[in-house]
Nanobody, 123 residues
Framework: VQLQAYGGGLVQPGGSPTLSCATYGFTFDDYPIGWFRQAPGKEREGVSL????????QFADSVKGRFTISRDHAKNTVYLQMNSLKPEDTAVYYCARGSFLSIATMINWVDYWGKGTQVTVSS
């Protein structure tokens, strides 16, 4: 099982990058996928999750209305579209597989982590 996040970089405030999470080695449709982030000096936190079917999504309050999550079953890839980025969104972003039911508890249910991608929001 592997997950690989990519698409980060330096973004200006208000920017709209999309992160991708490519997955390998498991039946993609069977598992929820989540996005997490860890800012310097802070704990890793759940940002968004999507069910295996893609029918259910959830977002942290801090990104609700600005981020969207989707999955492409043909490409075994999950996307995190980030809009209206703020400096406080600066973090390393990770994708992960797990038995996710809610943003509040998702970090406790990760079974595989991908390597992170740095997103820096700065002018």
């Amino acid at each position: 099982v592997q997950l690989q996040a990519y698409g980060g970089g330096l973004v200006q405030p208000g920017g709209s990058p999309t992160l991708s999470c490519a997955t390998y080695g498991f039946t993609f449709d069977d598992y929820p996928i989540g996005w997490f982030r860890q800012a310097p000096g802070k704990e890793r936190e759940g940002v968004s999750l999507i069910s295996g079917s893609g029918d259910f999504t959830q977002f942290a309050d801090s990104v609700k209305g600005r981020f969207t999550i989707s999955r492409d079953h043909a490409k075994n890839t999950v996307y995190l579209q980030m809009n209206s980025l703020k400096p406080e969104d600066t973090a390393v972003y990770y994708c992960a597989r797990g038995s996710f039911l809610s943003i509040a508890t998702m970090i406790n249910w990760v079974d595989y982590w991908g390597k992170g991608t740095q997103v820096t929001v700065s002018s």
